[in-house]
């Protein structure tokens, strides 16, 4: 099942893809990304997200590296591939260190579950060039689970 559109009366241009397996999450940020203007499509199911860049373009896309059925990493790689010029996002509730190393080399930015609406619209904002913190690099955007304060990385 796939979830598209424009909030009431908007006509920003990004469109941003978000795939997680788990429907609470995806209605939770997909209202919360549409709020903020962003065309938002959505999708439980990997192979779903990765043909859907077949007749779109996404300037972002925020991936769930911790799939149930598929490992989300491999569908990073695969955006990757069909759409070099989308911006990834990915979060996990497992941020092992082999998932964190693994978002420093394949994403601008990373989430680790739970975060908050703020932490999430920082790190969308701040991807996407419309700067919400100071910061003006262009590292890669860390959020600490227990922290609520966006870093930059190392990259």
């Avoid at 009431?8 to 995806?26: A, K």
């Avoid at 695969?78 to 190393?101: D, H, L």
């Avoid at 969308?124 to 100071?134: Q, S, Y």
Wanted: glycine fraction near 10%.
């Amino acid at each position: 099942m796939v979830s598209s559109g424009y909030p009431d009366g908007c006509h920003r241009r990004e469109s941003i893809l978000v795939f997680d397996d788990e429907p609470v999450i995806l209605d939770f940020l997909a209202k919360a990304l549409r709020r903020e203007g962003y065309h938002v499509t959505t999708t439980p199911h990997g192979d779903e997200a990765l043909g859907l860049f077949a007749g779109h373009r996404f300037d972002l896309a925020i991936a769930d590296l911790g799939l149930r059925q598929r490992d989300g990493r491999h569908l990073v790689r695969g955006i990757k591939q069909v759409s070099p010029g989308t911006v990834i996002v990915a979060m996990t509730a497992y941020p092992t260190n082999e998932v964190v190393r693994f978002a420093e080399e394949h994403a601008e930015a990373f989430l680790a579950k739970p975060f908050n609406i703020g932490e999430l619209l920082a790190v969308v904002h701040r991807v996407m060039g419309r700067r919400l913190i100071p910061d003006a690099s262009r590292e890669p955007t860390f959020v600490p689970r227990e922290g609520l304060a966006v870093a930059a990385g190392s990259g």
